[in-house]
């Protein structure tokens, strides 16, 4: 199997394998006040360190079950303490967002989802008209998980603040493969985008920024998110996190040489959706006239690639990224997503880029 879908999931980095080994056996609560549990608790504060180094350097990280979960948690912390009730975001986001968004509507909220241009990008005027003194919270995305379109986090940011409102940032395909722009007030982490184990993430919350509690229990993740966490994930999301930022040159310049190796191997048929100048080169999301999609992923069950985000795959729906950058339903079917990253090889990728144009020729040649 030739794994192209870094986007959907990373494979666990072998340094990461080896920080979780010795939690198999040491079982002990990380919240017990017992020495194994102590010994736990202190490999918990260490990934947290770890993971905190990735990051703006004024803030807290609070460990979670996943970026999903951190995304609900911000969305609706930041309107709970507030007494302003519009939630601004964008129509190319995570469904983690905007189906959140969706659900803060029927509790009285009001929603803006603005448009992005051909380009992937949302246009900073439209954020400046959207935002006021009503706004609790804009969502916006770094790196969007379908195109790998860049957003001017920064730039939002700064609108923002300017209104007095919050900015949530879901970071999970960016975190570790790049610098986190400062600005956001919320950051949604995912351990298993950087090649850590799944089952973990984290928020992260600005100095100063209140968050209510998501978990009621018994508080152990500094009395917002209650529940026994899993010294093993956490110390796999540290391990990662650190290794991200130690490599984060090294693995950004192997991914540049990538980008430019799979388009030679795929040849002129193919548009690359989103921009090409501001996106992270580790996603080629890619359209070709007259391309059964479908049909070309079974045709090459060897090659692992998408259609689009992974949790969407199954539902039959076009993605709404891909509509949202102005694709029709018929030309979103003949869209196809590759990731790649640290692990890949450059023979691999061309021999599977050379495989799938091949096969979306052929396609051409039978219809």
Not at 117 to 128: C, E, H
Not at 319 to 325: E, F, I, K, M
Not at 329 to 341: H, M, N, P, T, W
Request: glycine share 10%; hydrophobic share 45%.
């Amino acid at each position: 199997m030739i794994y192209l879908d870094y986007q959907a999931t990373t494979p666990l980095a072998p340094e990461v394998k080896e920080a979780m080994a010795p939690w198999f056996d040491k079982f002990a609560n990380p919240h017990s006040p017992s020495r194994w549990g102590r010994e736990a608790a202190a490999a918990i504060e260490v990934a947290r360190d770890q993971v905190a180094a990735c990051l703006p350097p004024a803030g807290e990280v609070v460990f979670t079950g996943g970026a999903t979960e951190a995304l609900n948690w911000a969305l609706r912390s930041a309107v709970r303490i507030s007494d302003r009730r519009r939630v601004v975001t964008v129509l190319t986001e995570h469904a983690a967002v905007l189906d959140t968004c969706d659900w803060l509507e029927t509790q009285g909220c009001e929603v803006v989802r603005l448009p992005v241009g051909p380009d992937g990008l949302v246009a900073l005027p439209r954020v400046s008209a959207a935002v006021d003194e009503r706004t609790a919270v804009v969502a916006v995305m770094l790196v969007n998980n379908e195109i790998g379109v860049l957003q001017p986090v920064a730039e939002i940011a700064a609108l923002a603040h300017d209104a007095g409102a919050l900015v949530l940032c879901d970071a999970v395909q960016g975190f570790g493969r790049m610098a986190i722009p400062e600005g956001p007030d919320l950051i949604a982490l995912s351990a298993h985008k950087i090649h850590g184990p799944k089952g973990v993430g984290a928020l992260w919350a600005g100095e100063g920024v209140k968050l209510a509690p998501m978990l009621h229990g018994g508080g152990q993740e500094k009395g917002l998110r209650s529940g026994t966490l899993s010294p093993m994930l956490v110390a796999g999301f540290g391990a990662a996190a650190k290794l991200a930022l130690g490599r984060r040159e090294q693995d950004h310049a192997w991914v540049e040489h990538l980008w430019s190796c799979a388009l030679a191997a795929l040849g002129p048929a193919w548009d690359v959706n989103g921009s090409l100048e501001h996106r992270y080169r580790g996603n080629l999301n890619l359209f070709r006239e007259g391309l059964d999609a479908a049909r070309l992923l079974a045709d090459l069950r060897d090659i692992a690639f998408s259609l689009g985000s992974a949790c969407a795959s199954g539902s039959g729906r076009p993605s709404h990224v891909l509509r949202a950058v102005g694709l029709a339903d018929r030309e979103a079917r003949s869209c196809i997503r590759l990731g790649f990253g640290r692990y890949t090889t450059e023979e691999e990728l061309v021999a599977a880029c050379r495989r799938i144009d091949q096969t979306a020729s052929a396609q051409r040649s039978f219809a």
